[in-house]
């Protein structure tokens, strides 16, 4: 959990060699530090993967994104391996897809979905493709490339 104002909880849980950090509410400038801080707790632990859930993040800025991005550095850099679970909130969704930050974080493609996307996005934009990416089946960010007339 994201220590806040209003909720209080266990920051890292250790299972074996493996470190979950779940996250809850707001992931934003203030609440960003605690994420740093409880990656870090894991990473000494020296876990085998670090797992973030961020299923229960209700909103998502630049810097939580960012906490986001740090941690999956810091585990690539200590040789652990990263793993951000969900399903992902909508706001989580839209950053990710606006900044084009998916496969930055490891998500990849879901092929059971494209179809479905590519049929969306060329009813919208008249033509183009789009992609869904997972995390282990367990979430969903929607990506969308377009199609650039020249």
Do not use: N
């Not at 400038?29 to 707790?41: E, K, S």
């Not at 040789?79 to 706001?91: A, D, E, R, T």
């Not at 490891?106 to 059971?112: I, R, S």
């Amino acid at each position: 959990m994201i220590p806040s104002p209003r909720r209080q909880g266990r920051t890292v849980l250790l299972a074996g060699r493996y470190g979950l950090v779940p996250l809850a509410g707001e992931l934003d400038l203030a609440t960003a530090p605690a994420v740093r801080d409880a990656v870090r707790a894991c990473l000494d632990s020296q876990p085998a993967l670090l797992r973030i859930d961020i299923s229960g993040v209700s909103f998502c800025d630049c810097s939580g994104l960012g906490a986001l991005l740090w941690a999956r550095a810091e585990a690539v850099r200590a040789g652990v391996g990263f793993h951000l679970s969900g399903p992902f909130q909508p706001v989580v969704t839209r950053i990710v897809d606006a900044t084009g930050t998916a496969t930055r974080l490891g998500l990849a493609p879901q092929p059971a979905q494209r179809a479905v996307e590519q049929r969306a996005v060329e009813q919208q934009e008249g033509g183009g493709s789009g992609t869904t990416f997972d995390t282990a089946q367990q979430g969903q960010v929607r990506a969308t490339s377009r199609k650039v007339a020249r």
